[in-house]
Structure formats: C-alpha cells, structure tokens
C-alpha cells in the first residue's frame, strides 16, 4: 500500500504541473489567448481559488513524505485536507467574480450598435486540478490504512 501511495502522490503532483501549461478557465475563441488563466493565475481569482496555494503545498509535502515515512496516519488526514482545499480553490477558481474579461463595442457598415463579451469559461486544467484531489484523497486513503495495519512500536520490543 505504501508504493500505491507514493504513486498516486506522484500522479496528483504530475496532474497539478500539468496545469500550468494547460488553462484552467480558457475563451473557446483562439483570437483571445490572453484570457486563457491558469492554475498560477487561477490563485488571485477570489479568495476561495486562494486556496489552490496551499493544496500544491501539501501534495508537494505528501510527496516528500510518502518517501521520508513521517507518521503516514497523521499524513493522512493533511492529505485529505489538501484534496478539499484543491476542490475548493478550483470551486473559486470558477466561480470568482475576478475573472479576467474583454468587452467591445462598435457599429457595423449599416449604422446598428454592435459589441459583446468575453469571458473565459471552464477548460481542461479545472478537470486535471479535481482529478488532482482525487488521486490525492485516494492516496491519503491508503496512507491511512497502511498507517492502521503497522504494528505499534510499543507490541514489539527489543528483548534484552
């Protein structure tokens, strides 16, 4: 169970860097690549899409300790915290009245007023950051259970 999670725990920090090439919020029109927001940027959206920072955080700390073996029980309950702050900062991310936007107005060749809105929606990168937590919670998961099925130090001791 310990290798399982220290794959999964890889997995989700893969999927989370795969988001900074890859948009979280994105314009379907490829006129307007400067809207595209990714999970960097995704951050200052709102204060709840601030909660993406210390989700990276953890899964980068599960990572080092699925390694370093620190207590993996306590480790367990920091990485199913760090899934529900990853599904929360991507809830904000999307949701955040922050969200960068372009308007424009004008009038056509008849003299009727024209003008619209664009504002980036929902892209691969909100999918690989929920995917992220998942893959995180799986991995807490089993973390804790391996934690569960280890013999206590105290059962064991040294004879003499």
Do not use: K
């Amino acid at each position: 169970m310990i290798i399982a999670s220290r794959v999964l725990s890889i997995t989700a920090l893969v999927l989370l860097a795969a988001t900074i090439p890859v948009p979280v919020l994105r314009v379907e029109d490829a006129h307007y690549d400067d809207l595209a927001v990714n999970v960097v940027t995704a951050i200052g959206l709102s204060p709840l899409a601030a909660l993406l920072a210390p989700g990276i955080l953890i899964v980068v700390l599960v990572v080092i300790q699925s390694f370093a073996g620190w207590r993996p029980g306590i480790w367990a309950w920091i990485g199913y915290i760090g899934a529900l702050f990853l599904t929360l900062g991507a809830f904000g991310a999307f949701t955040g009245d922050n969200r960068p936007s372009l308007m424009w107005d004008g009038v056509d060749d008849q003299g009727r007023p024209t003008g619209g809105m664009e504002v980036p929606e929902p892209w691969l990168g909100l999918l690989l950051i929920v995917c992220a937590a998942g893959v995180l919670a799986h991995a807490a998961t089993l973390q804790l259970l391996a934690a569960r099925q280890a013999p206590p130090a105290a059962a064991n001791p040294d004879p003499a």
